[in-house]
């Protein structure tokens, strides 16, 4: 990476895997860091381990070698650490999820390679499927413990990010609804990301998911895909569709993805969505202020939409 100061930084901490960018200033774009050496390989398993002898911690593929070679002490999946507030045992001592997210944190972004992280970051950025008050508890106190002043970091779910990456991409992707088909190997999950342009400020949402179990035979998947894309996507228009999930493959995805293409619709894949959506969202909030002008009701933070019409001079105002 060629960023050593101001720093804009988003990770995804996800169910099972974790995958770190930052803003490249040059390029003005989220990039993807490796998570191994001399590899192109941006995800890697979200576990932490306890090495004894040197009294330290690593995390992701590193975490699983030692603790398969080496005798290390493999602690477990930090997203599943920090949905609780039991303090898992390390050697014999108990330790709290937030500290164990702390050394989590700084074993990821040692991936960086810069010397003094918190004193060059801008911002820091996570974001993971959902949000409960105990993971964000969690996640406040692991920033603190890492050096992370508040107004350093923020927190997200998925549906924050998504709209972040995908309002972050030029306007035709998104001046319409946009569709996100989530993928597992046994399901796909639908969900709609719609904007109120008859308000101000513009309000943004994700609708309540839609899902259905997918076979595992190629020919029966790809013919229960294509219901469920023509369930989803009816007849309305969609400037784009964006697909996540190691479920999905353009092997058995034969017509359905000449469905999702239809009416010229632009079809994406990848699974860096979120990591690189919360590093738009440090820049945008901090820097460019694009979407000053919008609001998103996320399904974390905000439950209501409160506004009042008023008349001025005889002009009908409405304020959110």
């Not at 101001?6 to 099972?16: A, T, V």
């Amino acid at each position: 990476m060629n960023e050593i100061r101001d720093l804009i930084i988003g990770i995804d901490i996800g169910k099972e895997y974790t995958q770190i960018c930052y803003y490249d200033r040059k390029a003005e774009e989220a990039r993807s860091l490796s998570m191994k050496v001399g590899a192109s390989q941006y995800e890697a398993p979200g576990c932490l381990c306890y090495r004894a002898e040197h009294d330290d911690y690593c995390v992701g593929l590193e975490a699983e070698y030692f603790a398969r070679e080496k005798g290390g002490i493999m602690i477990g999946n930090i997203y599943d650490i920090c949905q609780s507030e039991e303090k898992p045992q390390v050697a014999g001592e108990e330790k709290d999820p937030a500290e164990l997210m702390a050394y989590f944190l700084k074993g990821i972004l040692k991936f960086l390679g810069i010397q003094d992280i918190v004193k060059n970051t801008k911002c820091l950025c996570l974001t993971s499927p959902e949000l409960t008050g105990v993971q964000v508890r969690n996640y406040q106190k692991a920033c603190s413990l890492a050096g992370f002043p508040a107004e350093k970091y923020m927190l997200m779910d998925y549906g924050e990010s998504f709209y972040y990456y995908a309002l972050g991409q030029k306007r035709e992707t998104w001046n319409r609804s946009v569709g996100w088909y989530a993928f597992t190997e046994e399901d796909v999950m639908f969900r709609k990301l719609t904007i109120n342009g008859s308000v101000r400020p513009f309000l943004v949402k994700m609708e309540k998911p839609v899902n259905t179990h997918l076979p595992p035979e190629d020919e029966i998947r790809d013919m229960e895909f294509c219901r469920f894309v023509t369930k989803t996507l009816g007849k309305e228009l969609f400037s784009s569709v964006q697909i996540t999930g190691d479920g999905f493959d353009q092997h058995w995805a034969q017509q359905s993805v000449k469905l999702l293409c239809h009416q010229g619709r632009k079809v994406f894949y990848g699974n860096n969505l979120f990591a690189k959506g919360a590093c738009i969202a440090g820049k945008d909030r901090l820097e460019d202020k694009k979407l000053k002008g919008y609001r998103f009701l996320s399904d974390s933070l905000v439950t209501t939409d409160v506004g009042i019409d008023m008349r001025v001079m005889g002009l009908l105002l409405i304020i959110r």
